[in-house]
């Protein structure tokens, strides 16, 4: 077994509570823990195992060198927070997030707002860790302005009702550039200003409610929910069994019908979608999930 050792460099000499990671003792400072994480304020009271010392300091389940990245904000030697990675933003990100740091996540969302990555990457990085659903509107108009539909990896990453969002907004666009006069129409030639007011409503950018909400919650573990359910394209009346997918779809989706749903608003979770898709798109529930339905209505 690797031997404990101290952190060659945030095993401070005036620093007052010791961590263990990876069997690397880090003693840092706890006021800026005490400071502005419920959790760890909870950890230290009701500890009885630990006691922040060298001999029974708190063990951090993580790796050290992501622990090293998280201090580093506040241990920062030059005061300056520009040219790192995105990768280091997303460690910084993803512990803030974990252990309700608000300042400091939000410091990580600033600086992830000037780093360049893919759209697909940012939507799928920001709804995982429930950031503001607005500062994604970039990252949809490039992707309703692609010539290309995202590739089925790309989609993985995105998931379904964000896939089907993303066809919807591009047809609904297709549809005002033709409107507009364009004799070979396609959802580019529109401007951003109209495809901003499209996308804010096939996304639902007011809305609280649903897969979009993207509403941050501290909690003790922050463990994801299982995103419980598989989900069917059921056909609708006159679609004559094409699930509204062309043939040369990149796409497969099972066609089986699953069972008619309780039609009791009270148990049953309804958003409006856009009906351009000619489908009904149903999840199945498992365990405590219930039915959720998006539906052309």
């Not at 300091?57 to 060198?65: D, H, Q, T």
């Not at 997030?97 to 939507?123: D, K, P, Y």
């Not at 659903?133 to 290309?148: A, D, F, G, N």
């Amino acid at each position: 077994m690797k031997p404990i050792a101290k952190h060659t460099e945030y095993y401070l000499q005036d620093g007052n509570v010791t961590f263990m990671v990876e069997r690397q003792l880090f003693r840092v400072h706890r006021y800026f823990f005490d400071r502005e994480s419920v959790f760890f304020r909870n950890c230290f009271a009701t500890s009885e195992e630990c006691d922040g010392t060298d001999e029974k300091p708190y063990v951090l389940n993580i790796k050290s060198e992501d622990f090293a990245k998280f201090l580093w904000v506040w241990y920062n030697r030059h005061y300056r927070y520009e040219g790192q990675p995105k990768q280091t933003w997303f460690t910084i990100l993803t512990l803030a997030t974990r252990w309700g740091f608000i300042s400091m996540r939000e410091l990580a969302i600033h600086q992830l707002e000037h780093i360049a990555m893919g759209a697909v990457e940012r939507i799928a990085f920001y709804k995982e860790h429930k950031i503001d659903k607005r500062l994604l509107i970039p990252s949809y108009i490039e992707l309703c302005k692609s010539p290309t539909l995202p590739s089925p990896d790309e989609a993985d990453r995105l998931r379904l009702e964000t896939v089907l969002r993303l066809a919807a907004t591009r047809e609904r666009a297709l549809l005002r550039a033709s409107e507009q006069g364009c004799p070979s129409p396609t959802s580019a030639l529109l401007e951003d200003d109209e495809l901003v007011t499209i996308i804010n409503d096939v996304f639902e950018m007011d809305s609280t409610t649903g897969e979009e909400q993207q509403e941050f919650e501290p909690a003790e573990d922050n463990r994801s929910e299982d995103s419980s359910g598989d989900w069917f394209f059921v056909d609708r009346p006159g679609t004559h069994g094409t699930n509204g997918m062309s043939s040369g779809s990149p796409f497969s989706f099972s066609t089986t019908r699953p069972p008619k749903p309780a039609t009791d608003k009270a148990s049953v979770d309804i958003a409006l979608f856009t009906p351009v898709l000619n489908h009904t798109l149903i999840r199945l529930p498992r365990a405590r999930a219930r039915w959720v339905i998006l539906a052309g209505m």
